[in-house]
T-cell receptor
Framework: AQTVTQSQPEMSVQEAETVTLSCTYD???????LFWYKQPPSRQMILVIR??????QNATENRFSVNFQKAAKSFSLKISDSQLGDTAMYFC????????????FGTGTRLQVTL | SAVISQKPSRDICQRGTSLTIQCQVD?????MFWYRQQPGQSLTLIAT?????????ESGFVIDKFPISRPNLTFSTLTVSNMSPEDSSIYLC????????????FGQGTRLTVV
């Protein structure tokens, strides 16, 4: 079974600064996908970024980038130039390959962006 | 990405009653997923619903408590039966789409409070 661990329950960052959210996971699979989801107070789960395990290059999406360390089973999210709208819960998630496989979520990190 | 509509967005129910949550997708999808998010916690998969077959339930969830229907490729319902206060949670519908059906998209969730 897969497990996903987010060791930072809460974090705070000032607007325009950079923040890194940590995620580690445990799996015996070699091929899989990793995701970061954002859940603002509206409850909507929004996909922020995804990473395929077979790709060595770290994924980037505008201000969001990841540091994927497969050997260490680490998958951190870096948010650059933080904006007030980034305030939300952030969940790291794991998915085995195959369309029937479920998402396994971490416990989440609550990020507060302040002025 | 798919547009997923969930109804109701929230409800307050008496213990012992049942609530049916609807999930409508704007495109045909093979698999739909139902998650539960208990207060302050992460998401846990309840079951996977394929059109034309019985739903597959995760450990700890049973059909009698959470019956699911999947009458066509764009619609599913989840019923929370014989509710107790412990069932107070956010319930989210999800579909797999995107590249290789590896990305999960979510409805806005149903916030259920059982009194």
């Amino acid at each position: 079974a897969q497990t996903v661990t987010q060791s930072q329950p809460e974090m705070s960052v000032q607007e325009a600064e950079t923040v890194t959210l940590s995620c580690t996971y445990d799996t015996s699979e070699n091929n899989y996908y990793l995701f970061w989801y954002k859940q603002p107070p509206s409850r909507q789960m929004i996909l922020v970024i995804r990473q395929e395990a077979y790709k060595q290059q770290n994924a980037t999406e505008n201000r969001f980038s990841v540091n994927f360390q497969k050997a260490a089973k680490s998958f951190s999210l870096k948010i650059s130039d933080s904006q007030l709208g980034d305030t939300a819960m952030y969940f790291c998630a794991f998915k085995k390959t195959g369309t029937a496989s479920k998402l396994t979520f971490g416990t989440g990190t609550r990020l507060q962006v302040t002025l | 990405s798919a547009v997923i509509s969930q109804k109701p967005s929230r409800d307050i129910c008496q213990r012992g009653t049942s609530l049916t949550i609807q999930c409508q997708v704007d495109s045909q999808v093979t698999m739909m997923f139902w998650y539960r998010q208990q207060p302050g916690q992460s998401l846990t998969l309840i079951a996977t619903a394929n059109q034309g077959s019985e739903a597959t339930y995760e450990s700890g969830f049973v059909i009698d408590k959470f019956p699911i229907s999947r009458p066509n490729l764009t619609f599913s319902t989840l019923t929370v039966s014989n509710m107790s206060p412990e069932d107070s949670s956010i319930y989210l519908c999800s579909v797999a789409q995107g590249r290789g059906n590896t990305e999960a998209f979510f409805g806005q969730g149903t916030r259920l409070t059982v009194v």
